[in-house]
């Protein structure tokens, strides 16, 4: 079985029994500058081209990261269903078009800040920010935000994911998916 259309089965019946505004948050693990491990929360935006999409400013600590070296994890829990899945991959930059089209979907207020703001720069304080924002608000009026250059979207290539589902029982079944020259390989692994 493909395990990307095992994530896809899994991420509906959480949506289906889990009313959260974004069940498709996960934690996104680059390794850091410095060789630390580094994790933080994002939104798989969907699947495409056999990859987990993700989307935000390529200029980030995270964004660097990558390109310094392009290789990630992604962690999901769902609470409603009790599933974990865990995800390997390679990562590479999604085409300029279809970050495009990703820009546009977003709603107005968080356009407006990706185009302030440089995600992880100092600032001097809150309300500064919140001046930025309403200033910018008001001079753009009703006209459309323009996608700022550093805004974009990686995919993450999987090479391992790994599904698993808690029991009661406490004897958790884990499903290892490992990409092989023959395609997905699959073992079953002690909880
Ligand atoms: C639930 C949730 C979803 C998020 N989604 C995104 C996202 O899709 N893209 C993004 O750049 N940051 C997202 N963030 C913010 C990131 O956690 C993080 O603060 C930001 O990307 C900066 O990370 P960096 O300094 O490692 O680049 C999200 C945060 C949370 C809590």
């Not at 990558?66 to 390679?90: P, V, Y």
């Amino acid at each position: 079985m493909n395990p990307l259309l095992l994530f896809e089965k899994w991420l509906s019946e959480e949506k289906e029994q889990n009313n959260l505004k974004l069940p498709a948050a996960c934690c996104l693990s680059t390794i850091g500058l410095d060789g630390y491990p580094n994790s933080r929360f994002v939104s798989l935006k969907e699947i495409k081209n056999q990859s987990f999409v993700l989307t935000g400013p390529l200029d980030s600590r995270k964004g660097r990261e990558i390109k310094n070296h392009s290789k990630a994890a992604l962690s999901f829990w769902w609470t409603c269903t009790e599933r974990q899945i865990r995800i390997q991959g390679d990562v590479s930059e999604i085409p300029k078009p279809d970050a495009e089209i990703y820009f546009k979907q977003r709603n107005r207020d968080s356009k407006i800040v990706s185009t302030i703001f440089e995600q992880g720069r100092e600032i001097q304080d809150i309300p500064y920010m919140q001046k930025l924002f309403e200033e910018k608000k008001a001079a753009l009026g009703n006209k459309d935000v323009g996608q700022p250059k550093n805004w974009g979207g990686i995919y993450i290539k999987p090479i391992r994911i790994e599904f698993m589902e808690f029991k009661t029982s406490r004897l958790h079944e884990r499903r290892l998916f490992e990409q092989t020259s023959n395609g997905w390989k699959m073992t079953i692994l002690q909880p």
